[in-house]
């Protein structure tokens, strides 16, 4: 095969051309501070997130069918609580009935009773909930299922199944449900009363006298007011099942936003080239040095150790000179405080050798020497020196008794100051005591 120029030319050409988009990539992601700068660039955590956002919607749509069951629900049970009212005064009625002895007059006006009960159930059984929907109408829960004749006979046009919703992914309900589920007919053996038939059997038994009639009425009413128990024991259970489910939904929502808020966070971050670099500091005597992590472009990843090669120094201070050791170091009486609450009192009069014996006799931290330099007619000085440690520094104060002291604490000098006032790890140490170029901490790089 030969190779021509032109085929190096384009397979340069094309090298080139990928190494710019690479490279354009890159400043785009420098440009961001983001490690991505697209989803396909990270496809298992887009994933999760995308996974965690759909189940969040399903959660947040199993909330609404549970609210809006329990609105139905809730309707059935305000319902049949005040239908159980109703029953409870038709089977005192009823049981008034079957009375042989009861009269014309008091049977009339129990039989308008009963009828009055009749179009109060008529008007339960067509009840609806706050969407509107007639609760014991099934599927047709935009029409009305009872309807009350002139004859006073009761017709149910409800359907016969339940309108159901799904709860979750497993679970349906009944927001409206067939009356006849609920307003039950009742067996005479090989047939069925209905639960408006026996109601209108009983009134008409009280307005004709028929005390056969009358007594099995007391039977039938007996067995309806059973029923409607049962039924409100049922829907009260559905209740408190559907106050659980909503009450689980909610929870499981709320650990999924965490969850969700949560990997968005952690996503950020790895997206982050900034947060991808960030270094930290584990410090093995957090009680002797504090050290953090600068920026990256200072501070260096690895391990490294702190050596203290030498102790800050003990402090040193020297006075103004003296003729000779018997020289009055004032002809008044002062004091000198070396330390804070310890002030030192040097009589009047007294010599420079005195002064240092008193200095020394108060036991303190700071002791005094009289050295002679041989400079000059005033050879001779009171040396003060502090304990060894940057802590250990002293600025003497002198303050008269009587009269004006000569100058001491304002006529010293300084011979050595070696507190450190500061540390500056791998650089030249800046402080009081410290020779200019005088390196006293050392950095092992490991």
Do not use: W
């Not at 609404?64 to 038709?90: F, N, T, Y």
């Not at 047709?140 to 709860?167: I, M």
């Not at 420079?352 to 020394?360: D, F, H, K």
């Amino acid at each position: 095969m030969r190779v021509s120029t032109g085929m190096i030319y384009s397979q340069l050409t094309e090298r080139m051309s990928d190494n710019s988009a690479e490279m354009a990539k890159m400043q785009g992601r420098l440009s961001l501070g983001l490690k991505y700068t697209r989803p396909s660039e990270a496809p298992d955590e887009v994933a999760r997130v995308q996974a965690l956002e759909s189940r969040l919607k399903r959660l947040d749509t199993d909330v609404e069918s549970i609210s809006r069951a329990r609105i139905g629900v809730d309707a059935q049970a305000k319902a049949m609580q005040a239908a159980s009212e109703l029953m409870d005064r038709l089977k005192e009625v009823s049981f008034q009935a079957a009375n042989t002895n009861i009269g014309e007059g008091r049977r009339q006006a129990l039989a308008e009773e009963v009828d009055s009960i009749k179009r109060s159930l008529v008007d339960i059984a067509n009840s609806r909930d706050a969407d509107d929907r007639y609760v014991f109408a099934g599927i047709n829960s935009s029409e009305v299922p009872y309807t009350l004749k002139a004859d006073g006979t009761v017709v149910y046009t409800g359907a016969a199944a339940p309108l159901r919703v799904r709860l979750t992914d497993v679970g349906f309900e009944d927001v409206t449900v067939p009356g006849t589920t609920v307003f039950k007919s009742i067996s005479n053996g090989a047939t069925s009363t209905g639960f408006f038939e026996v109601i209108n059997d009983l009134a008409v038994s009280l307005r004709e006298n028929n005390e056969s009639a009358r007594t099995q009425a007391l039977g039938q009413v007996d067995q309806l007011v059973s029923d409607s128990s049962a039924v409100l024991a049922r829907i009260g259970g559905t209740q408190q099942r559907l106050e659980l489910i909503e009450n689980q939904a909610r929870e499981t929502k709320l650990r999924a936003t965490d969850t969700l808020s949560a990997m968005q966070t952690a996503a950020t971050e790895l997206g982050s080239v900034g947060k991808l670099n960030k270094l930290s500091i584990s410090n093995s005597n957090t009680g002797a040095v504090v050290a953090e992590a600068g920026s990256t472009s200072i501070a260096m990843p690895g391990n490294h150790s702190l050596a203290v090669t030498q102790l800050a120094q003990a402090k040193r201070m020297s006075s103004v000179g003296f003729a000779s050791s018997t020289s009055v170091i004032s002809p008044n009486a002062f004091t000198i405080t070396l330390e804070a609450g310890k002030p030192i009192t040097i009589a009047a009069g007294s010599t420079v050798a005195a002064a240092v014996s008193a200095i020394n006799s108060a036991g303190g931290a700071v002791s005094a020497r009289l050295i002679n330099t041989g400079a000059g007619s005033t050879p001779y000085q009171i040396v003060l020196e502090g304990a060894s440690g940057a802590s250990n520094g002293f600025s003497p104060v002198d303050t008269a008794v009587s009269g004006t002291p000569d100058s001491f604490a304002t006529g010293a000098t300084s011979l050595t100051m070696s507190s450190v006032a500061g540390i500056q790890v791998g650089s030249v140490i800046s402080g009081s005591g410290i020779a200019a170029g005088t390196r006293v901490i050392a950095i092992d790089s490991a």
